[in-house]
């Protein structure tokens, strides 16, 4: 039963649908496709960086992709994740980090201000997608209404009858 009013929840929640942005948390590389317009024209640019921090709020939710621009000066821009302005985003790499937010990488310069690749082999990917595939089949089982009997829509049809 869904709240006559709004809560602080259900106002995050407006708004907010699926985007099929593949996965990525922080300290992966990503390349983000922004939707970029000058007067009457339209066009795609692209913007490739490592994910330092992820902010989750419902719609509110942005994450920060920094990259090393011209004279080794560091570039950061926050990306609202539901925005329409976001085209596409491709991972590039991922990343093995132990924290949840990389500010620490501001302060850092040339090879110390790289973050380590995450190696996974076949067998692992395998093992994962596997996971994926059997998360998925226990989900579509539990939201099957259950054989033999009625679903909240036969049980209104039949009442009215």
Do not use: C, W
């Not at 939707?35 to 709020?57: A, C, L, P, Y």
């Not at 920094?66 to 925005?83: C, H, L, M, Q, T």
């Not at 190696?119 to 939201?143: D, F, I, Y």
């Amino acid at each position: 039963m869904k709240p006559d009013f709004l809560t602080k929840e259900t106002i995050l929640d407006l708004g907010v649908k699926d985007r099929k942005f593949p996965e990525f948390r922080v300290g992966d590389t990503i390349q983000v496709a922004q939707k970029i317009k000058e007067g009457d024209k339209q066009r795609i640019q692209m913007f490739k960086g490592d994910v330092i921090s992820f902010h989750k709020n419902g719609i509110s939710t942005t994450f920060i992709v920094r990259r090393i621009g011209a004279d080794n000066v560091g570039v950061e821009k926050i990306f609202p994740y539901y925005s329409p302005m976001i085209d596409s985003i491709k991972v590039i790499k991922k990343g093995d980090v132990r924290r949840a937010k990389l500010y620490y990488i501001r302060k850092r310069v040339g090879k110390s201000a790289k973050i380590k690749e995450k190696v996974v082999t076949k067998e692992q990917m395998l093992a994962q997608e596997k996971k994926k595939q059997e998360k998925m089949s226990n989900l579509n089982a539990v939201l099957e209404p259950e054989a033999g009997l009625p679903t909240a829509d036969q049980e209104k049809k039949r009442s009215e009858s």
